[in-house]
């Protein structure tokens, strides 16, 4: 158990260390960020900023001798420098797991050997190694580079045979994988939180989401999702497994693929908090980033009951192209907005988001809709 009062280390400044840090303080926490930029999200929020690269070990030395527990805000933290803070303080997630989530093909080989149903995948380090695979598997594929993947980057469909060379050119001819293109009825997550408290482990999940991604990244997060029981159980099995397997402290996204017929396949998992998360943040009775501070410090578990039907949408930086209104939006009742303080803002980059609640999630989804049109 890590008291209130003690500090904990994040590496990364962005957006979820900063709603983790909202969060956190309220619960009596300090904490120490290790961020490139001295305008990261969390600047204005934190108790000290170490301002290095995600990959510096020497700033995740600094910072582990520095804290009580250390976390991170994003997947792409080496996972030797986890390693070695680990030999100095408690860290979360572990570098097992980083190590087995930070490369794609060790993803999926991880999921493979827990018999968690995902799509079809083939390792790729050549030309011919894609040629190979599409002869498997058949079109469309969707070619991945193996780490440093987010939002769609390094990633490139295949459509037609033509397109292979292209593809591999397009991701800089890394190492990657081949998987088969799911034709999915629909994309939802899981966020649940591991955690042991007196050595006796505690599983929450907040209610599956519903997402609509736009160019790769994700739009709009509906709660609840629309699926009835079966499908909403299926995936919380899937999700209490890949915590389980990896023996999991700490809040984790996991993205899945609901197919046409009803099938529940494992897309990717996020081990820290997600953007389809967001939700949670006024939306159930814990939010997510409570939730992560409540697992890595040994806390019990928040209850993650949805306290209505629930829309959130992302901001990109692309709407502050011509200047933006938020007038509309902050009038409108039962609508929250949430802004992250990043600058510049730049297209494609996430700079706040907001939730709409109302008793029918049809009408929450219309009125979000009509606001960020307005936008
Ligand atoms: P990822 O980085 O793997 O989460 O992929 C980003 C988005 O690309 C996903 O949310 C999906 O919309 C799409 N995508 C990724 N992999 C596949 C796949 N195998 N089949 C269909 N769509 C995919």
């Not at 960020?33 to 990959?55: G, Y």
């Not at 582990?64 to 030999?87: F, G, R």
């Not at 991701?171 to 081949?178: C, D, E, V, Y």
């Not at 629909?186 to 609509?212: G, H, M």
Request: some cysteine; glycine content about 8%.
């Amino acid at each position: 158990m890590i008291a209130p009062g003690s500090c904990i280390g994040i590496i990364g400044g962005g957006q979820l260390a900063r709603m983790m840090i909202l969060e956190g303080r309220k619960m009596g926490y300090r904490f120490i960020v290790v961020d490139p930029s001295e305008q990261c999200a969390s600047a204005a929020i934190v108790d000290e900023l170490i301002i290095d690269k995600w990959s510096s070990l020497n700033a995740a030395l600094t910072l582990a001798k520095k804290c009580d527990v250390v976390t991170v805000d994003t997947e792409h933290v080496p996972w030797q420098s986890i390693q070695a803070m680990e030999e100095i303080t408690h860290v979360f997630p572990s570098s097992m797991v980083l190590k087995n989530i930070q490369d794609r093909l060790a993803q999926r080989q991880f999921l493979q050997n827990q018999s968690i149903p995902q799509t079809a995948f083939y390792n790729v380090e050549s030309l011919d190694d894609i040629h190979a695979a599409m002869d498997e598997m058949g079109l469309p594929c969707v070619l991945k580079t193996k780490t440093s993947g987010y939002d769609g980057k390094g990633q490139s469909v295949i459509r037609e045979l033509e397109d292979a060379l292209f593809a591999w050119e397009k991701i800089g001819r890394l190492p990657a994988i081949i998987e088969k293109f799911v034709d999915f009825q629909d994309e939802v997550s899981v966020i649940i939180a591991r955690t042991k408290v007196a050595c006796k482990v505690q599983v929450s999940i907040y209610p599956i989401a519903k997402n609509l991604h736009y160019k790769h990244i994700l739009h709009k997060t509906v709660v609840p999702s629309g699926y009835d029981g079966r499908i909403e159980e299926k995936c919380k099995a899937l999700a209490m497994q890949v915590v389980d397997a990896f023996d999991y402290i700490g809040v984790m996204g996991i993205e899945m693929f609901v197919t046409k017929d009803g099938e529940v396949l494992v897309n990717e998992l996020a081990p820290r908090t997600h953007n389809s998360g967001h939700f949670t943040y006024g939306g159930c009775m814990t939010s997510q980033f409570e939730q992560h501070i409540r697992a890595v410090t040994g806390q019990a578990l928040g209850a993650t009951t949805l306290l209505s039907p629930i829309v959130m949408v992302n901001l990109l930086g692309d709407l502050w192209d011509d200047g933006i209104d938020f007038s509309k939006l902050v009038q409108t009742p039962h609508t929250t907005l949430h802004l992250y303080g990043k600058t510049p803002p730049q297209k494609g980059r996430k700079m706040g988001h907001f939730t709409v609640f109302d008793a029918e999630v049809e009408k929450a989804s219309a009125i979000a809709d009509d606001l960020y049109n307005e936008l």
